[in-house]
């Protein structure tokens, strides 16, 4: 029987956008924050405090499917319709039964980067589309 404390297993994670399940991707990256550290020294005592927070860029990946949709996504970027594509989200990490067992929720977001696979006709690998997305905020909420 699992604690609370054991460490969760992802067998997957889902991209959810304004909540509508938007694809599924074996990789994710960029979950989280962090502060600048700013050196400050008065009175002969060396400080390190928190300068400006950020969020780092989301960056997924997946196997190729017929889907579109992360590659519309894009398009509207491509086309200028920033604010059109700016959306709020989650990534939510399934289980190996596909129950959700933890959520990362973001706002403000766009994708700014997309690319397809390597082609190569004599290998046995998979082809992987990967995804980043810029956001404004990310919180984990379970």
């Known amino acids: ?14 991209l959810d956008l304004e909540g509508v399940a938007t694809g599924y991707f074996t990789e994710i990256a960029g979950l989280g924050s962090e502060n600048e550290v ?10 390190q405090i928190p300068g ?11 196997g190729v ?9 894009r398009k509207m970027v491509e086309d200028g319709k920033v604010d059109e594509a700016r ?11 596909l129950s959700p067992v933890a959520r990362w929720d973001f706002e403000g977001a766009w994708p700014s980067k997309i690319s397809g696979p390597q082609l190569q006709s004599d290998s046995t ?15 984990r909420t379970q």
């Open 1 to 14: 029987m699992a604690r609370d404390t054991d460490p969760l297993v992802g067998f997957h994670f889902m």
């Open 38 to 47: 700013i050196d400050h020294e008065t009175y002969q005592i060396f400080q």
């Open 52 to 62: 400006r927070l950020k969020w780092g860029d989301l960056t997924l990946k997946r």
């Open 65 to 73: 499917t017929a889907s579109m949709d992360i590659w519309k996504w």
């Open 87 to 97: 959306t709020n989200g989650s990534i939510i990490m399934l289980d190996q039964e």
């Open 125 to 139: 690998n998979y082809g992987l589309e990967e995804l980043t997305i810029v956001h404004e905020y990310i919180s």
